[in-house]
T-cell receptor, first 114, second 113 residues
């Protein structure tokens, strides 16, 4: 089963509103990353948060990590139509350190209406 | 500033045909990866490489082979294509293994009839 599960699967909001997406995972991790994928394009890295960090910011993005609940959230503030995309979390499981095993979730499809 | 380039962008094959997907990166990254993306499945790792001349199996390696003869190139081969291999294939690269973002190409859309 997937290590990272995003919630909700789809989200539709008005321009200017905030968008929140969540990612849950099953095992301890070294870090967690968030990616964006525009339609027909590859994934673009947004932010990486390490297991000893609780919150990180990058522009309009805010990521939190709660290792006790094995969950992370991505908040996009003051959304724009250009934020319309799919968002994926990717986890680096601690138990698999030393091998490559980043595990991607199935993504949240965000639609920002102008 | 090309980043990761995948060729071809689209391809239609008949069952049993073979083909090679090419990935090239110009960032001098050591690590390279091949994923497939299917609806509702997220990204699944096929094979990866931690350096020139090395390859390793990922989550779904069956039916695929890879080669990394040059550091900047990572080739994915399908020896005998099957309809189940219809997918979008993404190549990615990263500077290292830990705490490093991956840089993705724009994908190859492959249909097997």
């Amino acid at each position: 089963s997937q290590q990272g599960e995003e919630d909700p699967q789809a989200l539709s909001i008005q321009e200017g509103e905030n968008a929140t997406m969540n990612c849950s995972y099953k095992t301890s991790i070294n870090n967690l990353q968030w990616y964006r994928q525009n339609s027909g394009r590859g994934l673009v890295h947004l932010i990486l948060i390490r297991s000893n960090e609780r919150e990180k910011h990058s522009g309009r993005l805010r990521v939190t990590l709660d290792t006790s609940k094995k969950s992370s959230s991505l908040l996009i503030t003051a959304s724009r139509a250009a934020d319309t995309a799919s968002y994926f979390c990717a986890t680096d499981p601690e138990q698999l350190s030393g091998t490559y095993k980043y595990i991607f979730g199935t993504g949240t499809r965000l639609k920002v209406l102008a | 500033n090309a980043g990761v380039t995948q060729t071809p962008k689209f391809r239609v094959l008949k069952t049993g045909q073979s083909m090679t997907l090419l990935c090239a990166q110009d960032m001098n990254h050591e690590y390279m990866y091949w994923y497939r993306q299917d609806p509702g499945m997220g990204l699944r790792l096929i094979h990866y490489s931690v350096g020139e001349g090395t390859t390793a199996k990922g989550e779904v390696p069956d039916g695929y082979n890879v080669s990394r003869l040059k550091k900047q190139n990572f080739l994915l081969g399908l020896e005998s294509a099957a309809p189940s291999q219809t997918s979008v294939y993404f190549c990615a690269s990263s500077y290292g293994r830990s705490n490093q973002p991956q840089h993705f190409g724009d994908g190859t859309r492959l249909s097997i009839l």
